[in-house]
């Protein structure tokens, strides 16, 4: 089946460093894969998604390539601020085999420091 | 604004009494879906909906029911519910389930004594 497994966190640094959470999948077919943003006490929201390999997606200065021959979709911003300071989630959507369930990651917290 | 609304937002019972949390979007999206989410866990799917009157199981459905009687409307069902289902639920809609991004609402914390 499919699956997505997400560097485990918290991740803590500092205003303006560098941020890389790692997420890498397994699927069946050729997935569309997203990038999730949960802040306290709210639900998720799309950050931002590929649909195809090599694509690459962004906003609010968050990136990801997807990368089928690593079947990766890591999740990468130049300088992070306190308000970045949310959980993260990797997720795919695959309708191979006439599956209609997307797959999440367990999440990743990050924790941004003044 | 297009959004995606539960209800309640938090609500405490006992073991076997009967609940429902709603779930309403107005984004005429086809696509509708529960998740619980739990510490450690992520997010695991219960119930979806593809479109009026038709459903089915998601990865968790087992001590939940869902309808979907209208496109807007995809109630959550706990007949008997169990400590076990102490957990924030999330309802979720997409334009359609073929690798569409979901809209989520705000959550349900359900507490089962």
């Known amino acids: 089946g499919n699956s997505v497994t997400q560097m485990e966190g918290p991740v803590t640094l500092s205003e303006e460093a560098f941020l890389t959470i790692n997420c890498t999948y397994t699927?069946?077919?050729?997935?569309?894969l997203f990038w999730y943003v949960q802040y306290p006490g709210e639900g998720l929201q799309l950050l931002l998604k590929?649909?195809?390999?090599?694509d690459k997606g962004s906003n609010k200065g968050f990136e990801a390539t997807y990368r089928k021959e690593t079947t990766s979709f890591h999740l990468e911003k130049g300088s992070v601020q306190v308000s970045d300071s949310a959980v993260y989630f990797c997720?795919?959507?695959?309708?191979?085999?006439?599956?209609?369930?997307?797959?999440f990651g367990r999440g990743t917290s990050l924790i941004v420091h003044p | 604004e297009a959004q995606v609304t539960q209800n309640p937002r938090y609500l405490i019972t006992v073991t076997g009494k009967k609940l429902t949390v709603t779930c309403s979007q107005n984004m005429n999206h086809e696509y509708m879906s529960w998740y619980r989410q739990d510490p450690g866990l992520g997010l695991r799917q219960i119930y979806y909906s593809m479109n009026v009157e038709v459903t089915d199981k998601g990865d968790v459905p087992e001590g939940y029911k869902v309808s979907r009687k209208e496109k807007r409307n995809f109630p959550l069902i706990l007949e008997s519910p169990s400590p076990n289902q102490t957990s924030l639920y999330f309802c979720a809609s997409s334009l359609s389930g073929n690798n569409q991004p979901q809209h989520f609402g705000d959550g349900t914390r359900l507490s089962i004594l």
């Open positions: 590929a649909t195809k390999a090599d």
């Open positions: 699927a069946t077919g050729y997935p569309s």
């Open positions: 997720a795919l959507s695959d309708q191979a085999g006439g599956s209609y369930i997307p797959t």
